[in-house]
């Protein structure tokens, strides 16, 4: 079992940046993948950036060269850097990571980043 907790999310103003941090508890040497999603109400969930074990790095092309993602294995812990916010940025962040023996995926509870116009 793997828990997630995120921290980081608030109001920032447009333009702005933030920095959204998961850490990550329990049985963490299984987990691979490693990812934030995010999602606005009424809309579904949608990929934000992932990266792998092999530090493989994907990222929605709404965020490219404005977010980047990155990973402390030693800390089990997974990091959004958010630069150049746009309103459209705003929803609730949440962390993913996946288990590489069994695939099970765990999320957590998520985040709220608000952009202010």
């Known amino acids: 079992q793997v828990q997630l907790v995120e921290f980081g999310g608030g109001l920032v103003k447009t333009g702005g940046s933030l920095t959204l941090s998961c850490v990550a508890s329990?049985?963490?040497?299984?987990?691979?993948?490693m990812a934030w999603y995010r999602q606005v109400p009424g809309k579904e969930r949608e990929m934000v950036a992932i990266i792998t074990e092999n530090r493989g790095l994907y990222y929605a092309d709404s965020v490219k060269d404005r977010f980047t993602i990155s990973r402390d294995n030693a800390a089990n812990m997974v990091s959004l850097q958010m630069n150049n916010l746009k309103p459209e940025d705003a929803a609730v962040y949440s962390c993913y990571a996946r288990n590489v023996q069994n695939n099970i995926s765990y999320w957590g509870k998520g985040t709220l980043v608000t952009v202010s116009s």
């Open positions: 329990g049985n963490t040497a299984c987990i691979s993948v």
